[in-house]
């Protein structure tokens, strides 16, 4: 089905190239079974699986984390042993208020772990890579064809009239 070759990796790391994959006889991209196979195994949609399944077990850290450890430090200086044990009832409905402060506190400490390791410090590193434009060159009219040429130059790039010196 794919020909593999040694030591031909693509540049998405997945050992082959997927542009080469051979399809069965019979079967086109145009059908769509070839087209998903070409689009299932791209590099992208292989990382961005990863990373779903990495985000949802630190989802599950954190949770366990606000809820095993912070909230009964932050309920040991309020007073309250644990936040989802927090309820009210009205008309015989109860609502899990408790829960909801854990939730909130959780999708927080998301947020700013994602941010203090993963935004701040890309920043830093796109701030060092970018490098500042170079300033444009100053430019004025060319007197015959009225195109802008840079303001050193002495012959039009477009006319070729001679122009007045700068220095002048």
Do not use: W
């Given at each position: ?64 984390f606000v809820k095993d450890l912070l909230t009964p430090l932050i309920a040991a200086v309020g007073g309250r042993p644990d ?58 009219a060319c007197p015959e064809c009225l195109n802008l040429v840079p303001a050193a130059a002495r012959r039009c790039g477009y ?10």
């Amino acid at each position: 089905m794919a020909s593999d070759q040694a030591g031909t990796a693509n540049d998405q790391g997945l050992g082959f190239d997927i542009d080469k994959v051979e399809l069965p006889k019979g079967e086109s991209e145009d059908r769509g079974e070839g087209g998903f196979l070409h689009f299932i195994m791209r590099g992208n949609v292989v990382d961005l699986a990863v990373a779903v399944i990495i985000g949802a077990a630190f989802v599950a850290i954190v949770n366990a984390f606000v809820k095993d450890l912070l909230t009964p430090l932050i309920a040991a200086v309020g007073g309250r042993p644990d936040f989802s044990a927090l309820t009210f009832t009205i008309n015989g409905s109860r609502f899990l208020y408790g829960d909801f402060i854990n939730a909130v506190i959780a999708f927080l400490i998301v947020a700013a772990v994602l941010y203090y390791l993963v935004i701040a410090p890309m920043n830093r590193i796109m701030r060092r890579v970018r490098r500042p434009r170079p300033p444009a060159p100053a430019m004025k009219a060319c007197p015959e064809c009225l195109n802008l040429v840079p303001a050193a130059a002495r012959r039009c790039g477009y006319c070729t009239s001679a122009l007045a010196d700068a220095a002048a």
